[in-house]
């Protein structure tokens, strides 16, 4: 069972299209997984309505988080096309997906997005953020780390006012998610480790990025679409 991942669309025309024409060619894809910033800054909600439209002919689940950019009337159409991964547990295939939000703007209102599970409840499914954990936010690629310890040092999320947050000064491996889909930093994409949990970072979907993920082996591919 093949998934689509893609991020920070942020409000591109040619971002979506690209989008929909590959969908419209691959028929082997069965879910979709935004990692949020449909938009900038709330705006134009005109695009989050087309977004809708164009997303709704293919039939498929939307499992999405909002990003930092995400919020006011734009937010309310995602979460009226479907609610958010935020503070739930969404069944997709053999897996179990839950998500955190990217913090909006402090002025901003008419969001969520300050649900979220606890470790516990995340452990071994699929976490998808906006943010990248600490550590790896910013680097193009990454290399497994040995994980003889059973330990996840410093497992970070971002929280609703914009903080990084850490779950626990230790993450135990028991309560880790098995693996990470994040978004944010437009440039960087790769697959790195946090212990054993898998981080799929993924690049900007305005600048033609994509990811299928194979949810049986969580085997990704990294795709142009521009």
Known sequence: ?????????????RGLWALS???????????????GD???????????????EEISKFKLPLLW????????????????FTPSLEGRIVELGNR??????GSPASWASEYAGENSLSSDQIAGTILVTHQPPDGVRYAPSYKKQDTSDKQIPNLEYPNSNGAM??????????????????????????????GETKVI??????????????????????????
């Open 96 to 101: 179990s997906f839950t998500g955190i939000g």
């Open 65 to 80: 988080v909002p990003g930092n950019n995400d919020f006011g009337e734009s937010y309310k159409v995602l979460q009226n």
């Open 201 to 226: 970072k993924l690049a900007s979907s305005a600048l033609g990025n994509i990811a299928i993920m194979n949810l049986d082996n969580l085997e990704v591919n990294f795709l142009r679409l521009l």
């Open 165 to 194: 947050k850490q779950l626990n000064n230790e993450v135990r491996l028991a309560d880790a998610p098995i693996a990470h889909i994040c978004g944010h930093v437009h440039n960087t994409q790769g697959i790195g480790y946090i």
């Open 21 to 35: 024409d590959f969908l419209s060619k691959n028929k082997d894809i069965s879910g979709l997984v935004f990692a």
């Open 38 to 52: 449909l938009v900038n800054m709330g705006e134009p909600v005109s695009f989050a309505e087309k977004f809708v």
């Open 1 to 13: 069972m093949n998934v689509l991942l893609f991020s920070d669309l942020h409000e591109s025309s």
